[in-house]
C-alpha cells in the first residue's frame, strides 16, 4: 500500500529550531512536497523536493533521501505563528497526504 | 480572484439528501483536485482535473461522489444519498500545471465544512 509516516505531535521552544520527519512508501514518486495548515485555516505550500538534498527557503528548509524514501522540514528560530499543523505529500500519479504533524511552541 | 474560492463554507444537510460543493480556481490554472479532509487527518485526494476532464478520480470513495468541471475553471463535487460518515471539511486546490514534473504548487481554498446530521 501508499503511506506516509510522520509524528502526530512535536513540541519546540521559540527561537528554536526543529525538524518534523517524514517517511514514504508509493509506488511512484516525482517529489516531496511540505505544507502549513493553521487550525481553521487551508493548507499552504511551503516547499518541495524532486532531488535529493537541501532546498532552503527563509526560516524553512526540506531535505529530502530518495534512496531511503526520507525526507524533513526544518524550521529555524521558530515564532508563535509557526504553531499549526504540518503535512508532507508525495506526488505519486496523484497527491499524498501524510496525517500530519501538529507543531507546539513553548514561549 | 486573487485565490481559490470554494462555497458554500458550510453546508448542514440530512441523512439521504443531495449537496452540490462549488469550487472556483484561480484564473488560468489548468489543474483542480478535490480533496476531503476529517479532523485530525490530512487531506485525502478524491478526485483531480486537467482541464475539462477528470483526470484521475480513482479517490471517489463510491459512486455517490461526482465531478463536473464543464468549462475548465469551476467546478462542482456532488454527493448524492448523503451519509453521516461524508461529514468532513472539502478542499479544492488548483495548480498551473499538470504535474508529473511535481513543480506544481496547489493553492488550496478555505473549504467547505459538511455536516450531514
Known amino acids: 500500500g501508499q503511506s506516509l509516516e510522520q509524528p502526530s505531535e512535536v513540541t519546540a521552544v521559540e527561537g528554536a529550531i526543529v525538524q518534523i520527519n517524514c517517511t514514504y512508501q508509493t509506488s511512484g514518486f516525482y517529489g516531496l512536497s511540505w505544507y502549513q495548515q493553521h487550525d481553521g485555516g487551508a493548507p499552504t505550500f511551503l516547499s518541495y523536493n524532486a532531488l535529493d538534498g537541501l532546498e532552503e527557503t527563509g526560516r524553512f528548509s526540506s531535505f529530502l533521501s530518495r534512496s531511503d524514501s526520507y525526507g524533513y522540514l526544518l524550521l529555524q528560530e521558530l515564532q508563535m505563528k509557526d504553531s499549526a499543523s504540518y503535512f508532507c505529500a508525495v506526488r505519486d500519479d496523484k497527491i499524498i497526504f501524510g496525517k500530519g504533524t501538529r507543531l507546539h511552541i513553548l514561549p | 480572484g486573487a485565490g481559490v474560492s470554494q462555497t458554500p463554507s458550510n453546508k448542514v444537510t440530512e441523512k439521504g439528501k443531495y449537496v452540490e460543493l462549488r469550487c472556483d480556481p484561480i484564473s488560468g490554472h489548468t489543474a483542480l483536485y478535490w480533496y476531503r479532509q476529517s479532523l485530525g487527518q490530512g487531506p485525502e485526494f478524491l478526485i483531480y482535473?486537467?482541464?475539462?476532464?477528470?483526470?484521475?478520480d480513482s479517490g471517489l470513495p463510491n459512486d455517490r461522489f461526482f465531478a463536473v468541471r464543464p468549462e475548465g475553471s469551476v467546478s462542482t463535487l456532488k454527493i448524492q444519498r448523503t451519509e453521516r460518515g461524508d461529514s468532513a471539511v472539502y478542499l479544492c486546490?488548483?495548480?498551473?500545471?499538470?504535474?508529473?514534473?511535481?513543480?506544481?504548487?496547489?493553492?488550496f481554498g478555505p473549504g467547505t465544512r459538511l455536516t450531514v446530521l
Open positions: 482535473f486537467q482541464g475539462t476532464g477528470a483526470a484521475d
Open positions: 486546490a488548483s495548480s498551473p500545471l499538470s504535474g508529473g514534473d511535481g513543480t506544481d504548487t496547489q493553492y
